[in-house]
């Protein structure tokens, strides 16, 4: 077994989890063969019932006069369902086999808070408050190599749910993860002295895991011959997370967010722009990553859904089921999963409370079912993952068949 | 006496008329007027930027193609983003005090932040039309023509928002204190119109343009709640009038989850992110047997083993991204005369904490996880080398130029150190230097200098 320098100097404090975590404990799977997760949340409560449209259901029609996507415009997906028309590109994808959506699906805590129900969503624990570390980094301490490169955020800072004990990387961009300026070279070869001294420190570790990574990250060739959105920061991030998936360097799990969901007015106008960003950039990361497509799975999350009947304002206000989107070459998809194939149905009497989709998919179902069939790890592994939830394979919604 | 007439006067066509709103509604109201009035002076910014960067020429600066790049239709591209952002923040501060719980929208015709947002950014666009007329370009004075009068257009403009701006601030907290009236009136009349609430704002607004208060408190015995009551479990009689708020005050003052609440904020500000309990515990008892007195409780952290040299709390603290901007500014000596300060605010909010800007009521997060990751540490060092060349508005005069090497360590010693080091000290500094390269990887040599070998005996 090797360690790294940065392990090395990692540890020589306070954080001693590099050496409980062996790199030769990660999978033996070789270079171009790792499976990748990739996580896109749809910050601010995506509207899951204008998006994925239960057409079959006349109380959709009902409850929704102003707002609704009108009978016969929509996009068709399964003969029950069919797709807000804005998300032009995903039924391509979704007749290829390679995207299927989960309805009803969502977090079974009742929040209504943004912030709550995000932090329960990237922790992977609804309603514990006491649980402040991110899933995909409990993911990368049981199964990860140690190494910062298995975790990205492709953002400022850290990602909630790749947050915690496990290294991991943040940036913002490729391009702008690179020491620039004069003197680059000798710059950082002083400066890897100086923080090597600070080994085990909070500036120290994440300089030298930064340190470690940058020769790693300047070898991804970022260009690429696929058009993604112009101008869409998601598309920019997906870009990033192709070029890191096609160049092998042993990336496991990214993180991103896209923001802006929360539509409790003018529905119908916000949601149009927002749809085509996301499925425009799904269509490019899909066609971009090529052969491996098929090792890469994408989940699309939102912390929660939106009420059934809209509000005075053509928008809906917070609900509770939503939508979620998985997106990859080995999934069984072209198909809207809801649990036991049981739309729990709008009428009024089939409500959360009296005014909500309920949730019969609970999101871990989903984050195990990816861990298990996708990554690899095993359902008797998942314990630390999800914290006072037992994970099932007979629970699995079906991502997989 | 004159201040009190108007308020008691608005307060009875409420009585009469609006259904009294509750503390939530209130909120609601109150937070989306006060955001929406952001949106109105981001929108009044930005214009003036827009005529400032056409008055120079500066067409690139108005629209990012393929946005047309005429000041006309720059007044609605936004560029920087700073109305859409304010607009977004308004739409989470509108999911927080409208629609989180049922039971916080308002009673009457609620519009919702989206229509806010619209009339604010109308409003500030009407300013423009206003000063320039139908057709923006048509009416800048370009800078290279006439300078003064290039100037005199933004500072205009600039001054119009700032006029506007400040009367929407009195009216809202004309509303404010008019809802908190109806709030406790009893029974249900007829509903206010929001039109009418704003016609008899307006009223209240034109009079007390000239009021100035100085001491910026101000208890308006009027609204205030004469009846007995408890509050977090302290009784409160009747007619207590200000007398009220100071015995709240004193409770919480006195409360000792309060003095742990201080002490465990300022153990994390000046010890670690992890606050050794220990040392909270011990700096709020000081904080109550001394009747809360910070200088005290701050004279305890300082001096406490944790802070001192306790090796485990060594390292424990980072810079924030303003502090570490603020510090780049101090160490280099920057002039503060030429400090172009948002340019430097601008590397703040690119790390992520842009000034008065953080989402929830308590601020940014205090642990370094939301500001510190590989990729801001690289841009930090970036920076901090830009910024040495001059970048980001920085000048300053680099303190040592020429001389032998000895004589450059010299110099940069005392200029960081305010005075020269022993001639003992860079010979230890190269030899200690030289051991860590040579054994830190294989044996473990330690991390930290002194311990590493004996200095030499010169």
Redesign the interface.
């Known amino acids: 077994m090797t360690f790294t320098?940065r392990q090395?100097?990692r540890s020589?404090?306070?954080g001693m989890t590099a050496f409980l975590l062996p790199s030769w404990l990660r999978s033996a799977r070789a270079a171009g063969t790792d499976p990748v997760l990739v996580t896109i949340f749809q910050r601010g409560a995506a509207d899951g019932l204008n998006t994925v449209v239960p057409t079959g259901d006349p109380f959709y029609y009902s409850s929704r006069p102003g707002i609704q996507v009108p009978p016969g415009t929509e996009l068709p997906l399964d003969g029950f369902f069919g797709l807000n028309p804005a998300f032009v590109d995903p039924q391509g994808l979704y007749q290829a086999g390679d995207l299927c959506f989960l309805h009803a699906a969502g977090s079974p805590d009742p929040s209504?808070?943004?912030?709550d129900a995000q932090d329960f969503m990237d922790h992977a624990a609804p309603g514990n408050k006491t649980i402040v570390d991110g899933w995909l980094n409990r993911y990368l301490t049981i199964a990860g190599g140690g190494e910062?490169i298995s975790g990205v955020?492709l953002s400022?800072?850290?990602a909630k749910s790749l947050?915690g004990a496990a290294p991991s990387?943040?940036?913002?961009s490729i391009t702008?993860?690179?020491?620039?300026?004069?003197?680059a070279t000798e710059?950082r070869a002083a400066?890897d002295?100086r923080y090597?001294?600070?080994?085990?420190?909070?500036?120290?570790n994440?300089?030298l895991?930064?340190f470690e990574?940058?020769d790693l990250v300047a070898t991804v060739n970022t260009t690429s011959s696929v058009i993604y959105p112009n101008?869409s920061e998601l598309g920019a991030a997906l870009k990033d997370s192709a070029a890191l998936i096609k160049s092998n360097i042993g990336v496991r799990v990214i993180a991103i967010s896209i923001?802006?969901w929360?539509h409790?007015?003018?529905l119908v106008a916000q949601l149009a722009p927002l749809g085509a960003e996301l499925s425009g950039s799904l269509k490019a990361f899909h066609d971009d990553l090529g052969a491996d497509l098929g090792r890469t799975l994408t989940l699309v999350m939102t912390e929660f859904g939106r009420r059934i009947d809209e509000?005075?304002?053509d928008?809906t206000?917070?609900g509770h089921g939503g939508v979620m989107m998985a997106m990859g070459g080995g999934i069984a998809g072209g198909r809207v999963i809801v649990k036991d194939g049981v739309w729990p149905g709008l009428a009024p009497a089939d409500r959360f409370i009296g005014e909500d989709l309920q949730v019969t998919t609970d999101f871990r179902d989903v984050f195990a079912e990816a861990l298990n069939r996708h990554m690899g790890l095993a359902v008797s592994s998942m314990g630390p993952v999800f914290p006072g939830f037992s994970a099932s394979t007979s629970r699995f919604p079906g991502l997989y068949t | 006496v004159g201040r009190a007439l108007p308020c008691g006067g608005l307060a009875t066509p409420f009585a009469a008329g609006a259904a009294p709103q509750t503390s939530d509604q209130q909120g609601c109201i109150n937070d989306v007027n006060n955001y929406g009035v952001r949106v109105a002076k981001s929108q009044n910014r930005a214009d003036v930027d827009r005529v400032k960067n056409a008055g120079r020429g500066l067409a690139f600066r108005l629209g990012?193609p393929p946005q047309p790049q005429t000041a006309q239709a720059c007044l609605t591209n936004d560029v920087r983003g700073r109305v859409a952002k304010d607009t977004?923040k308004l739409?989470?501060r509108?999911?927080?005090s409208c629609?989180?719980?049922p039971g916080q929208l308002p009673g009457f015709g609620?519009?919702?932040?989206?229509?806010a947002a619209a009339a604010a950014r109308a409003a500030g666009l009407g300013i423009v039309a206003g000063l320039f007329g139908p057709d923006l370009d048509a009416s800048i004075v370009l800078e290279s023509a006439d300078h003064d009068g290039a100037r005199c257009q933004s500072d205009v403009l600039r001054y119009a928002g700032d006029l506007f701006y400040a009367t929407w601030k009195e009216a809202l907290t004309a509303k404010k204190n008019v809802l908190k009236g109806s709030a406790r009136l009893a029974g249900s009349g007829p509903v206010a119109s929001a039109t009418d609430l704003e016609a008899e704002l307006i009223a209240v607004v034109r009079w007390k343009e000239n009021y100035n208060n100085a001491d910026g408190f101000e208890f308006n015995a009027t609204f205030h709640d004469q009846g007995a009551k408890t509050v977090v479990g302290v009784q409160i009689p009747p007619n207590g009038g200000i007398q009220d708020g100071l015995t709240m005050i004193d409770f919480l003052a006195h409360h000792p989850s309060t003095a742990s609440f201080i002490s465990r904020k300022l153990v994390i500000r000046f010890v670690a992110?992890i606050p050794p309990q220990r040392l909270v515990d011990e700096a709020a008892g000081v904080f109550l047997g001394s009747g809360g007195d910070i200088r005290a409780v701050l004279e305890t952290i300082l001096l406490s083993p944790e802070f001192l040299t306790s090796p485990?709390y060594?390292?424990?603290?980072?810079r924030r991204p303003l502090v570490f901007y603020a510090g780049l500014a101090r160490a280099y000596g920057a002039d503060p005369a030429q400090l172009n300060s948002n340019t430097l605010r601008n590397r703040v909010a690119?790390?992520?904490e842009d000034l008065y800007d953080a989402g929830?009521p308590t601020g940014y997060p205090d642990v370094?996880?939301?500001?510190?990751?590989?990729?801001?540490?690289?841009?930090r060092?970036?920076d901090a080398?830009?910024t040495s060349?001059g970048s980001y508005g920085f000048t300053f005069t680099y303190p040592v130029s020429g001389g032998t090497s000895a004589q450059v360590i010299d110099g940069l010693a005392s200029y960081l150190f305010l005075a020269p080091i022993s001639s003992e000290t860079p010979a230890r500094e190269s030899d200690s230097?030289t051991c860590?390269?040579s054994r830190?990887?294989r044996s473990?040599c330690s991390?930290?200098?002194p311990s590493c070998s004996p200095a030499p005996s010169s």
Do not use: C, I
């Open positions: 320098r090395f100097l020589t404090a306070v209504r808070s943004h912030f910062p955020s400022n800072a850290t947050a990387l943040a940036f913002e702008g993860f690179a020491l620039t300026g004069n003197w710059r400066l002295v090597g001294l600070l080994g085990g420190t909070l500036l120290g994440n300089v895991d930064a990574a940058l101008g923001g802006g929360d409790h007015t003018n509000n005075g304002g928008g206000d917070h | 990012v977004v739409q989470d509108e999911t927080r629609l989180a719980e609620y519009s919702g932040s989206a229509t992110e485990q060594r390292h424990a603290k980072v690119d790390m992520g929830p370094s996880a939301f500001w510190l990751s590989p990729g801001t540490a690289v841009k060092f970036n080398e830009a060349r230097s860590f390269r830190s990887r473990g991390r930290r200098r």
